[in-house]
């Protein structure tokens, strides 16, 4: 089945503690990101990859890492959780065509609770 | 960076009844795409738009990409209770998606 799997599903942690959620793709996308969903802000774009070893920054990177070490796994890194950082997470993967997106298949989400 | 604006926020509407809804942008976009999301749910694709005018349907779901390639919008004809969700524009800008805020359908029966 086609799928995008994000670990875990729950998280609560104490600012500062280090924490990595894992995103893992089964349909050999090119194009991995991450998103963020807060109250009537919907969806803001963390980081993205177009492959392997190449990715950048989207509109709010601040406090977060990531890496493409391989086409399929994509990490998100917080290295020093905040407070502000309590969010409901997603990763998406999407094939790139000329024609753009081929829509983006999204993970069920990691909700983080930064206490 | 750029902003999508959805509309309405938040719609309360009788079952059997139509719903638009619709984002616009400041920006140009090459691709436009709608979103349902449901309670403990990633966003799952509705539509996807690839030609300013193009116009796609789905079932009831019906959606245009503007001439302009600055809007877009979605119509669903005779909701049924199953459409409740949060729905989603977002449009394809360079290498990225960008979201629009979300529009909540409730349905009463």
């Known amino acids: 089945e086609a799928q995008v799997t994000q670990n875990p599903r729950y998280l609560i942690t104490v600012t500062g503690k280090k924490l990595t959620v894992t995103c893992s793709q089964n349909?050999?996308?090119?194009?991995m990101s991450w998103y963020r969903q807060d109250p009537g802000l919907g969806l803001r774009q963390i980081y993205y990859?177009?492959?392997?070893?190449?990715?950048d920054k989207g509109d709010v990177p601040e406090g977060y890492k990531v890496s493409r070490k391989e086409k399929r796994n994509f990490p998100l890194i917080l290295e020093s959780p905040s407070p502000n950082q309590t969010s409901l997470y997603f990763c998406?993967?999407?094939?790139?065509?000329?024609?753009?997106?081929?829509?983006?298949?999204f993970g069920q989400g990691t909700r983080l609770t930064v206490v | 960076g750029q902003q999508l604006n959805q509309s309405p926020q938040s719609m309360f509407i009788q079952e059997g009844e139509d719903v638009s809804m619709n984002c616009t942008s400041s920006?140009?976009?090459?691709?436009w795409l709608w979103y349902k999301q449901e309670p403990g749910e990633g966003p799952v694709l509705l539509i996807a738009?690839?030609?300013?005018?193009e116009l796609t349907s789905n079932g009831r779901l019906t959606a245009q990409f503007g001439i302009t390639r600055k809007d877009s919008f979605l119509n669903i004809s005779a909701s049924i209770p199953s459409d409740v969700g949060i729905y989603f524009c977002?449009?394809?800008?360079?290498?990225?998606?960008?979201f629009g805020q979300g529009t909540r359908l409730t349905i009463n029966p």
């Open positions: 998406a993967s999407s094939l790139l065509s000329p024609r753009g997106f081929l829509g983006a298949f």
């Open positions: 349909m050999n996308h090119e194009y």
């Open positions: 990859s177009m492959n392997v070893e190449v990715t």
């Open positions: 920006s140009i976009f090459n691709t």
């Open positions: 738009l690839y030609k300013a005018g």
């Open positions: 977002a449009g394809q800008g360079a290498q990225k998606l960008v």
